[in-house]
């Protein structure tokens, strides 16, 4: 099974609640046996967040997507962050993936150069 590679950028409205919920969405990733990669920066002054997540496979995608329904946290998610971009750098199979991923309006790009 190949990686499967996220990138999320958006606004935080609330930058201290975003940290703390941001904490939390973290410790789930850590808790999943596929999560190679999940790292959150912010820029405090203009709100700017990125996330970069790297999964080792799509079903451990699939297993952090349902951990974080699981937490309750998506809705909590929404209320301090407002996501602008999500880019998929993977295909994606699993139907319900690629459901979030068109409900947060996802991009999907392919490699054209790569070293």
Sequence with gaps: MAEVRLLATGRVKDYEAAVD?????CDIAAAVSGAVVWEAFADE???VFVLNE????EEALV????AV????LRP???EVMELERLVVFS??????LNQVIDSMGGIRVTPVVAK
């Design 45 to 47: 002054a203009s709100g």
């Design 21 to 25: 919920v941001l904490g939390r969405v």
């Design 63 to 66: 297993e952090y997507e349902r």
């Design 69 to 72: 329904d699981t937490g309750r």
């Design 76 to 78: 909590v998610i929404g």
């Design 91 to 96: 295909a994606i199979e699993d139907e319900h």
């Design 54 to 57: 790297t999964f080792a496979s």
